[in-house]
């Protein structure tokens, strides 16, 4: 079993550092994972410019290394470059922070993933529901424990399809089960804030806030997590809205 | 009519300043691109760093804005500070290049067509398939008439929707028509090539060709454009994937 571990928040923090240890439980491990933070960078790849890949000292993982690019060209680097195209299982996490909802499109823990399945390789998202949590242990065993049950019952996904797993903040104790979810909504205020720099020039940070989510069923990854479960959502590349492509059809644009 | 104008290859590539000019035709239009170049860069938004604004003139569009950020950030600034949140219609393109298959996770003009659903506007995004083409005339003809089309038959699409719009990159005369089309699939070698720097570094470019793809039904955007047809996919950003929640939940992770 040869698994690569990566994630956006970069090599250095604790949750992917913690999740490759653990990692190591279930088979060899490669992690692979962006020098700086990349947040919110959504599914970039590098095309233009050189990657490096340089070898840091990670606390009992032997192959760690730091890669100056995003989380989708760590996947593909890691892949081919340092796994040999052989690797049986992406696990991207564990994030600082959660990734539910609308929030995914612009997620690079969620897009390193999709990068693994595009290859053809399962993969999983792994993201703890906390900007602030400096312990990723529980997290940690969490994964494991699913990763464990998922290979056991050989429970496999159809290609293209991936699991985002969203583990509420709290102690183990409080965490209620796990739920099997759709994407909910995470909708901001769409609203900057206008400011002058010290020679009178205007510069914008982008201030909104979340608007609150109307839905209560647990159906939704949003409310199983603020409910205190752990929401698992299978999710996909293809953005085809096949609903809709009948309609479209029949709207005639075919005969403009 | 107020229409949102952007891109991925920056405000001053000829692909969006030919679409800004011909959608004065159909309404007031704010022309908000970035400064730079920001291809394959997926749907990423800038959280921490200031935005920056400014004015840039483009023959005819009296509104014209470029931007150091990332296309979406530049529909989510342009609605809220440039158009006081008054928008009709968000076009994103004409992208330098296809945007057909899996490459739509990667684009920044699907990527800010998307950003423009998210926020409830009507939304398209345009790409001519060829990266060396430098008249965007007709392509922009075709955009005008196929938004026309849809405003004066009121054809809209259901929220979280939009069109992603491919044009061949042949002769007006030589495109055979319009074809409603699903994703199909542009899937690359996954390959980098190593090479050292002059102090003996290593460093690796991505250089994975593109896979043929064996359908050949023009039910694909791919092969819809290929065969000389403008491709129009209904796309959507939820990436849940509705056919496999019932069998997931059945695999009893619910009791683990």
Not at 8 to 20: E, K, N, T, W, Y
Not at 131 to 141: G, I, K, L, P
Request: charged share 25%; aromatic share 6%.
């Amino acid at each position: 079993m040869r698994i690569l571990v990566t994630n956006d928040d970069g090599i250095r923090s604790p949750g992917v550092q913690v999740l490759a240890q653990k990692m190591l439980e279930l088979g060899d491990v490669v992690l692979a994972a962006p020098l700086e933070e990349k947040s919110a960078i959504g599914h970039g790849i590098t095309i233009r410019d050189p990657i490096r890949v340089r070898k840091i000292k990670v606390d009992g993982v032997e192959q760690a290394w730091g890669i100056n690019g995003t989380p989708a060209d760590c996947v593909k680097l890691g892949l081919a470059e340092l796994m040999d195209h052989k690797c049986d299982l992406v696990i991207s996490g564990i994030n600082c922070g959660p990734n539910m909802g609308t929030d995914v499109l612009y997620s690079g823990t969620v897009s390193a993933a999709i990068e693994g399945v595009i290859l053809g390789i399962p993969s999983l998202a792994v993201s703890l529901a906390s900007w602030d949590s400096e312990d990723y242990t529980d997290a940690a065993e969490i994964v494991n424990r699913l990763v464990k049950y998922l290979l056991e019952n050989k429970l496999t996904l159809p290609r293209g399809t991936l699991l985002n797993v969203n583990i509420p903040a709290v102690k183990k104790e409080e965490i209620l089960g796990y739920k099997v979810t759709i994407l909910g909504e995470r909708q901001y205020e769409n609203r900057f804030e206008k400011r002058l720099d010290p020679r009178g020039n205007p510069y914008y940070w982008s201030v909104g806030k979340l608007l609150p989510f109307t839905e209560e069923t647990l159906d939704y990854d949003v409310v199983a997590v603020e409910k205190n479960y752990v929401s698992i959502t299978p999710i996909q590349f293809d953005l085809t809205n096949y609903k809709i492509i009948q309609e479209v059809k029949d709207w005639g644009l075919e005969n403009l």
